[in-house]
């Protein structure tokens, strides 16, 4: 069983490393779910694989064959924490859509200035961009009205 | 169970909740949160003398024994690591009453500030290696959600970056720490001591090893997984971006230290030689990053990765010197770099700009303030008799120490070379004169108040050094003698628990 496990998390972190090197932010995030689901599985094969048993003690202590209900509890709190920081990681991809208007890391280059670039483009804070700090609101509202 | 020790943990939490619900404007809600700060300073007060009188102390949640339950640990070094988030707490939302708009302050921030200082302190203090885990995922979700606040385009587009390779970091770190179970059916990091030496399969723990030294080191931002920091910090308002330069990265420190201590044995050459290399190039990267840029905001990132270069210098040489060297410096480069993101910040406001070629005449204008800016550069540089002088010196007696000229050749290198970027901020922005179009224009005095208050401790740290270096020896000596943490986490009763494994 843990064999198997074992193969499933190769494949699954194969799939998402894959898809994380993608320029997309997208696939990305759809690579991240498959890691994130990896490690989960890691978790749970690392504590031994236990087949049809409850992971309960009995009054009498601890029994023969019991599951391990350690590595259950871990991936319990691991599920939950990866679900909250995907959907956090969805809402921002979504607003950074909205308003950069684009999906691809590569365009994506506002805070970061590279070669050939002026100083707008690049993002660099220039007094313009200090004045855009001080009144920050609603320009994503704005551009994503913009957008047909 | 010990109350001091989870009250540290309790009060930012409750600040949190309360500055959520508070009814109100913006000044209270942020008082709130001051007084939440204040509060958890003098908790972490009473702990460090606790711990410097009477040594570590430990605390069982829900009355569970180790390595069953979950455990928290206060030794030296975890002791005076919260005592300076605390410090930098304060500092922070006393500047963010003035330095942070009502939109944002209304989208939350004084909550996160205090949720992020939760899972600071949480992973400084907890003894169980998926709780750090747990920590870290608090501290990264409210770091997550200050990046984004405000929601301008430049940030949006830093915290892409910020956000996916920190979840990728997240996800190896939980990897690892899997692993480390399946070999160990352990996750108490004084229980995990010495048990993955017995482990059957001895190259699998030199994998998990690297994982978690990746893991770590993309959040401590080392050499070369640092990228996401110089894109991300600059975009922050300079509040949010003074607590993460000053804590953030020193988490991932604090978390080497811990594991590569605690649970990998500090024998093994190899990570050693490693960590060291990783060390000395991040202190050159850091450096040289800042020398190229111009942007004030941009060159203090850099300084930030630079000065992780000094912290990991002691896991690399692995003496208690060194060790020590490390601590002092680790505690001296969170007050050096809060304060000195807090006084670029008011640089930014009084010339209304963060590029060097905008800036001019603030040593005209305001002869004080300038006065300030060259005090931080000058204990960031080293210079004697200011706090980072000490902290160097320590360094280099290390590097005597072990022979490591090599060593010793980069770190006075970079040493000099730092003089570079922070003397290019003074004179570009202090005395140059003003540029035509722009006229220094007066700040709020508030945000002077945590300047001066910051410069004040560090001031004392560099004319009166002995307090801290006999701090940091001891918590050097904690760190690498585990026997103390052992002792109080196990207690006496530290015979083989039963298995529960099938």
């Given at each position: 069983m843990e064999i198997l496990f074992g193969l499933l998390a190769g494949v699954l972190m194969a799939g998402g490393v894959w898809l994380i090197l993608s320029r997309d932010l997208l696939k990305f995030l759809f690579g991240l779910i498959l890691i994130s689901n990896t490690a989960n599985l890691v978790i749970f094969a690392s504590g031994g694989v236990t087949e049809g048993r409850p992971p309960l003690i009995g009054e009498s202590g601890f029994v023969e064959g019991?599951?391990?209900?350690l590595p259950q509890a871990l991936v319990l709190t691991a599920i939950v924490i990866g679900f909250g920081l995907v959907s956090f990681t969805m809402t921002l991809a979504l607003r950074a859509w909205q308003s950069i208007?684009?999906?691809d890391v590569e365009q994506m280059c506002l805070s970061e200035a590279r070669a050939g670039m002026t100083d707008d483009q690049g993002g660099v804070l220039s007094s313009q961009a200090y004045a855009e700090t001080l009144q920050p609101h609603n320009e994503h509202l704005k551009s994503a009205e913009e957008r047909p | 169970m010990n109350w001091l020790l989870v009250s540290c943990l309790l009060v930012p939490m409750v600040t949190a909740i309360l500055a959520f619900l508070w009814p109100g404007s913006r000044r209270t809600k942020g008082l709130v949160s001051v007084f939440g700060s204040v509060l958890l300073s003098v908790l972490a007060a009473l702990l460090l003398r606790q711990v410097w009188i009477a040594g570590p102390i430990s605390a069982q949640m829900g009355g569970w024994q180790a390595p069953m339950g979950i455990t928290f640990v206060a030794d030296h070094l975890s002791a005076m690591l919260v005592m300076v988030t605390a410090i930098v707490g304060v500092a922070v939302s006393i500047y963010a009453l003035s330095d942070i708009d009502d939109a944002r302050a209304k989208g939350g921030f004084d909550t996160f500030l205090q949720t992020l200082l939760t899972g600071v302190v949480g992973a400084f203090l907890t003894g169980d290696l998926f709780n750090l885990y747990v920590w870290f995922e608090v501290m990264l979700i409210s770091s997550f959600a200050l990046m984004v606040l405000g929601g301008r385009k430049v940030q949006l587009d830093g915290a892409v970056k910020y956000v996916a390779i920190n979840l990728v970091s997240t996800v190896l770190l939980l990897t690892a720490i899997a692993l480390v179970y399946g070999m160990a059916?352990?996750?108490n990091m004084a229980d995990l001591n010495g048990a993955?030496?017995?482990?059957?399969?001895q190259s699998l723990v030199t994998v998990v090893s690297v994982l978690f030294l990746v893991a770590f080191g993309i959040k401590a931002a080392?050499?070369?997984?640092?990228?996401?920091l110089p894109a991300s910090y600059h975009t922050l308002p300079i509040s949010i971006a003074a607590v993460f330069a000053a804590l953030m990265t020193k988490v991932g420190v604090y978390a080497l230290i811990r594991t590569f201590t605690?649970?990998?044995?500090?024998?093994d050459d190899l990570i050693a030689q490693v960590i060291l290399v990783v060390a000395l190039l991040t202190m050159l990267i850091g450096v040289l990053g800042a020398i190229s840029h111009s942007n004030i905001r941009r060159i203090v990132s850099y300084h930030v990765i630079g000065s992780i270069g000094y912290m990991l210098l002691g896991l690399g040489l692995g003496s208690a010197l060194a060790m020590a060297a490390s601590i002092f410096y680790i505690i001296h480069g969170i007050l050096v770099k809060a304060l000195l993101f807090l006084i670029i910040g008011v640089i930014e406001k009084k010339g209304?700009?963060?590029?060097l070629s905008e800036l001019g005449g603030l040593y005209r204008s305001h002869p004080g303030f300038s006065m300030l800016y060259l005090f931080a550069a000058l204990a960031l540089i080293g210079v004697?008799?200011?706090s980072g002088f000490w902290a160097k010196l320590m360094v280099l007696k290390a590097g005597i120490e072990h022979e490591a000229w090599v060593m010793i050749g980069i770190v006075l290198l970079a040493s000099l070379m730092i003089f570079i970027p922070l003397m290019r901020i003074w004179f570009e922005a202090?005395?140059?004169?003003?540029?035509?179009?722009q006229v220094p224009v007066e700040t709020d005095r508030l945000l002077m108040v945590p300047v001066l208050a910051l410069s004040a401790m560090l001031l004392m740290l560099g004319l009166a050094p002995s307090f801290l270096i006999t701090l940091a020896e001891q918590a050097a000596a904690g760190v690498l003698d585990t026997e103390s943490y052992l002792q109080v986490v196990l207690?006496?009763?530290?015979t083989p628990t039963p298995e529960i494994k099938p």
């Open positions: 019991v599951a391990n209900s208007g684009t999906t | 059916g352990t996750l993955l030496a017995q482990a059957p399969d080392v050499f070369p997984l640092y990228f996401w605690l649970i990998f044995t500090p024998q209304k700009s963060s590029e004697p008799p200011l202090f005395w140059k004169t003003t540029p035509e179009h207690g006496s009763a530290a």
